[in-house]
């Protein structure tokens, strides 16, 4: 079966940084979009991240400047550099991505289960 995995979530103290990878793996016939997501306790769960198959990026406002989306097409993988970060960056962070399997012809979405990202004193 297709899976994405998370890793790299941790404690960290504000001003710190972090890097976060997700591995897509299984029958992957291609990745179109990847994206990471967030979602803080109370909060709605909100696009931080999100890169094309080309390479092209986009953020949300708050993270422009401190974080960079990438990818490794070979090793299907898309990584979130997290820099300066802030109390307000805590939350769960989730991995997304619209993935062709093989024998599917089409793209399904997928998602992580979410790995933990903590700034704090």
């Known amino acids: 079966q297709v899976q994405l995995v998370e890793s790299g979530g941790g404690l960290v103290q504000p001003g710190g940084s972090l890097r976060l990878s997700c591995v897509a793996s299984?029958?992957?016939?291609?990745?179109?979009?990847m994206r990471w997501y967030r979602q803080a306790p109370g909060k709605e769960r909100e696009l931080v991240a999100a890169?094309?198959?080309?390479?092209?990026?986009n953020y949300a406002d708050s993270v422009k400047g401190r974080f960079t989306i990438s990818r490794d097409n070979a090793k299907n993988t898309v990584y979130l550099q997290m820099n300066s970060l802030k109390p307000e960056d805590t939350a769960v962070y989730y991995c997304y991505a619209d993935i062709a399997a093989y024998y599917s012809g089409s793209y399904t979405r997928y998602w992580g289960q979410g790995t933990q990202v903590t700034v704090s004193l």
């Open positions: 890169i094309t198959s080309g390479g092209s990026s």
């Open positions: 299984g029958s992957i016939l291609s990745i179109n979009r």
